[in-house]
Every structure is written in C-alpha cells, then in structure tokens.
T-cell receptor, first 114, second 115 residues
Framework: GAVVSQHPSRVICKSGTSVKIECRSLDFQATTMFWYRQFPKQSLMLMATSNEGSKATYEQGVEKDKFLINHASLTLSTLTVTSAHPEDSSFYIC??????????FGSGTRLTVV | AQKITQTQPGMFVQEKEAVTLDCTYDTSDQSYGLFWYKQPSSGEMIFLIY??????QNATEGRYSLNFQKARKSANLVISASQLGDSAMYFCAAPGETSGSRLTFGEGTQLTVNP
C-alpha cells in the first residue's frame, strides 16, 4: 500500500534554531500534503495544506514565516520550524492525499525545543 | 465545512468484550465520507474503516464495524472482541466534499482495554 516516510521521528533542538521535517511519498505521487500539529491528549489540528509547485495555504493563526512549507516535488514536502521556541514543542504529522478520499499519514515527528 | 464531535474523552472495556465509540457529524454536503483512525502511543495514525454517505450497507473491516445512522448524523465505531492492543486514541474524521480535501478530526476517545 501507499507509504509516507516522515523524518526525523524525534528531534531535540535548542531555542532559536531551525528544524526541518521531511515527508516523502514512497510509491505514489502526492500532489497535496497536509501538515498537522498535535498537543498531548488533543486532536490533530491542521496547520497548512501544500500543493506541489505552489505556495502553501496556511490555517488561520498559523505563522507562515515561522512554519515554512516547501512542496517542490510530487514526492517530497518539508516543514521547517524556524527560530524554534519551547512552545513549538509538539507532535507534527503529515498526510498525503491520494484522491478518492484516500489519505496516508507519516509516522510523525516529536519536536522538543529546549 | 465539516464538524466532527466525539463526546467520550475516555472509555474502558474488558478484554474480549465489544465497545462502541461515538461520533456525530455536521455537514451540509450531499456526498461525504467518514473515517476512523487509531493512534497508539507511538503516534502513528492507523486507518481503520471508511463509510461513504451513499454506501447502502454499514462498513465492516474485521473486528471493526460502523454503525452509520445518516438521519441522526452519527457514525459510531464498534470494536468487537476487544484486545489489549486496542488500547489507543481513536479519532473520527471527515474530508470536505471534494476528493483530496482536508480531513477534519473529532476530539478523540482514549480507549483502555482492561485484562
């Protein structure tokens, strides 16, 4: 079946640094990628939708300059958390749409900013 | 836009018994679908089952089945013969009307299976 590989699975970074999270679709072309954020014991909140070759669409309240999304190819989308702060510590997970209401999720990234 | 409501923050069930996790939705779309996902403590999202609004029969996938009541706008997940490995967070979700649109998730239900 369809697989989305997400890396890293876990990252600890210092305050003020940037962290890049990658999601790759391994055996299909992901024209649309969704990026979610999840706090402990809460639901997934959509941060942004990225389409290959165009600018991402951010949800209200999400800082586009802080959470940079690049979807340069049909198999790779990246989320960069710039100038990370402790409040950015969270679980980030991507999901690729395959059309026909099929969705494949990455395995998620636990970000801890110290 | 879809709104998904899961009113059970936590549920407990004895091993080998059945459990129903509630999900109600609110949509003005004529055609829609509903998903259930399982999220263990590792964080991955595991697809369990899908129900289309025009499907005539309730969806079933092994021990998982959907009690889909369109008039009541509910799509409850039934897990039969619960296993210890079923302990996880469960999310109900729905996409927008167009294929490939964003998923909106409910608040989730934490299921604990007791031995």
């Amino acid at each position: 079946g369809a697989v989305v590989s997400q890396h890293p699975s876990r990252v600890i970074c210092k305050s003020g640094t940037s962290v890049k999270i990658e999601c790759r679709s391994l055996d299909f072309q992901a024209t649309t990628m969704f990026w979610y954020r999840q706090f402990p014991k809460q639901s997934l909140m959509l941060m942004a939708t990225s389409n290959e070759g165009s600018k991402a669409t951010y949800e209200q309240g999400v800082e586009k300059d802080k959470f940079l999304i690049n979807h340069a190819s049909l198999t790779l989308s990246t989320l960069t958390v710039t100038s990370a702060h402790p409040e950015d510590s969270s679980f980030y997970i991507c999901s690729a749409s395959q059309g026909n209401y099929g969705y494949t999720f990455g395995s998620g990234t636990r970000l801890t900013v110290v | 836009a879809q709104k998904i409501t899961q009113t059970q923050p936590g549920m407990f069930v004895q091993e080998k018994e059945a459990v129903t996790l509630d999900c109600t939705y609110d949509t003005s779309d004529q055609s829609y679908g509903l998903f259930w996902y399982k999220q263990p403590s590792s964080g991955e999202m595991i697809f369990l089952i899908y129900q289309g609004s025009y499907d005539e029969q309730n969806a079933t996938e092994g021990r998982y089945s959907l009690n889909f009541q369109k008039a009541r706008k509910s799509a409850n997940l039934v897990i039969s013969a619960s296993q210890l490995g079923d302990s996880a967070m469960y999310f109900c979700a729905a996409p927008g009307e167009t294929s490939g649109s964003r998923l909106t998730f409910g608040e989730g239900t934490q299921l604990t299976v007791n031995p």
